[in-house]
């Protein structure tokens, strides 16, 4: 098969390596020109996976994988064209459909008669029939459903083993007719690994909603987890060990509480569900609690350690979550923006972003080489750097607040530092 990925960021370059690695033809669109000439040098623009660094060389060499920066000469002469450009989202979580538009009405201007098209990016539901839909009608001449197919299938997976969850989560695909539907398991059964499990489901609405429904179902139960911690705080009971004596039920699964929500999706895509949607009433209240973890975090360091003003306080890891150089919508913004309300002067360390990059997102960096006295030490992400901190490496430091219950307590105590995770004590 003739396949084009459109967009080859963290996700799509993965699959345009699965797709040619299972004996296609792939042609790689994306509108960055460094990503491109990387993969016709024969070399992966992404460090994420080293399948990837192993494999895009020789899929290169063997012409069955080649990348273009034009979307419109990419998809010409595909059968099947799969998007997977991002849907941005500002501070308020509006989306901003700019890009996957602009990559849509390229897309149209492509295709061929026959054509399947398949998105993958999250999306709110009735996007991929009632924005899409239209949009490739008119740029193609095309009918939807007799000659132009049109379908949506929820990328799951998580980057850094996109290959290992392609494998592991069943492909759920909803089409906007029947036959699209049917156009689209083929497509799947046909480029992922012999036995993955295809799920065709009732419609592209129905595809959309459940990606919705499985990314706000962890942001509820995180959230759910959060006022455990906050009650058993109060009541000076460790919420973990409640979490794991619940969870020794097998209906019971609970998540584990933290300082906040980071990343692209959990704090994203209930939005997507909700905005339009009165009748949810719960995914409001989840985001809410979830978004005021940073804020009741830094009330509990005042009331262990007194006024914040003009005390340094030390945040550990600025990712949104451990072990990944990323920081979309990380937690740590909201707990810098919390402690310099508070006065505190706020210093910030992270091993996978350089000096500069912390000073632009507005933190000052700390040198866990050659550290400054820091009132307040607090762990936003469990990065494996963090994992045998030594006390002594923190001088000065009176309270540690580990907002990933990640750390063991002992340590701290033994060098006479008081440790508070959330909602235990240590
Ligand atoms: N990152 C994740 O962990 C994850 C997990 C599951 C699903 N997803 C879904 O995958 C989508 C993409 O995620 P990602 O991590 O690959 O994003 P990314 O930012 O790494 O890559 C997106 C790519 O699209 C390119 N692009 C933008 N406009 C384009 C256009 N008009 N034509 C061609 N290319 C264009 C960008 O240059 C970029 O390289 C997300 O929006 C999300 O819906 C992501």
Redo the contacts with the bound molecule.
């Keep these: 098969m003739k396949i084009a990925v459109?967009?080859?960021?963290?996700?799509?370059?993965p699959l345009a390596v699965q797709y040619a690695g299972r004996g296609h033809e792939v042609v790689g669109?994306?509108?960055?020109a460094w990503?491109v000439d990387a993969i016709n040098r024969g070399e992966s623009p992404?460090d994420d996976e080293q399948a990837l660094i192993d494999r895009v060389p020789q899929l290169v060499a063997d012409g069955r994988l080649r990348a273009t920066?034009d979307?419109v000469e990419g998809v010409r002469g595909a059968e099947a064209v799969v998007v997977?450009?991002?849907?941005v989202v500002d501070s308020q979580r509006q989306i901003d459909f700019g890009?996957?538009d602009?990559?849509t009405r390229?897309i149209a201007a492509g295709l061929q008669p026959g054509t399947l098209v398949i998105y993958?990016?999250?999306?709110p539901v009735g996007t991929t029939r009632d924005r899409f839909g239209p949009m490739l009608e008119a740029g193609s001449g095309l009918t939807l459903d007799r000659d132009l197919f049109l379908a949506f299938s929820?990328?799951?997976?998580?980057?850094g083993r996109v290959f290992r969850d392609l494998r592991r989560y069943p492909k759920i695909v909803g089409g906007t007719s029947a036959k699209s539907t049917r156009r689209a398991t083929d497509f799947y059964r046909a480029v992922l690994e012999e036995g993955t499990e295809v799920r065709a489901v009732a419609s592209a609405e129905t595809a959309e909603m459940t990606?919705l429904a499985e990314t706000t179902y962890r942001d509820l139960n995180i959230a759910y987890a959060n006022e455990l911690a906050r009650y058993a705080a109060r009541r000076g009971i460790d919420v973990l060990e409640v979490i794991e004596s619940a969870n020794s039920q097998p209906y019971s699964h609970i998540h584990q509480p933290g300082v906040g929500v980071g990343?692209?999706?959990i704090p994203v895509y209930p939005h997507f569900l909700f905005n339009d949607a009165p009748e949810l009433r719960l995914p409001p209240i989840a985001r809410e609690i979830n978004e005021e973890m940073a804020g009741w975090t830094v009330d509990r360091i005042e009331e262990a350690v007194g006024s914040l003003v003009d005390q340094p306080v030390l945040i550990l890891g600025i990712a949104y979550r451990g072990d990944v150089r990323?920081d979309a919508f990380s937690t740590a913004f909201r707990l810098r923006d919390e402690l310099a309300a508070a006065g505190a002067r706020v210093y910030a360390h992270d091993p996978y972003f350089d000096d500069e990059h912390l000073r632009r997102l507005g933190f000052e960096p700390y040198d866990l080489d050659a550290p400054q006295p820091v009132k307040v030490a607090i762990l936003q992400a469990a990065h494996e750097r963090y994992r045998g901190l030594d006390p002594a490496a923190l001088p000065g430091v009176k309270l540690f607040l580990d907002g990933r219950n990640a750390l063991e307590s002992e340590p701290f105590a033994a060098a006479g530092i008081r440790y508070l995770g959330v909602g235990h004590g240590g």
């Design positions: 459109v967009g080859l960021g963290h996700i799509g370059l669109c994306d509108t960055a990503i992404h920066t979307d997977i450009v991002p849907v890009p996957i602009a990559a390229d993958e990016t999250t999306l929820p990328e799951r997976v998580l980057v990606k990343g692209h999706c990323e």
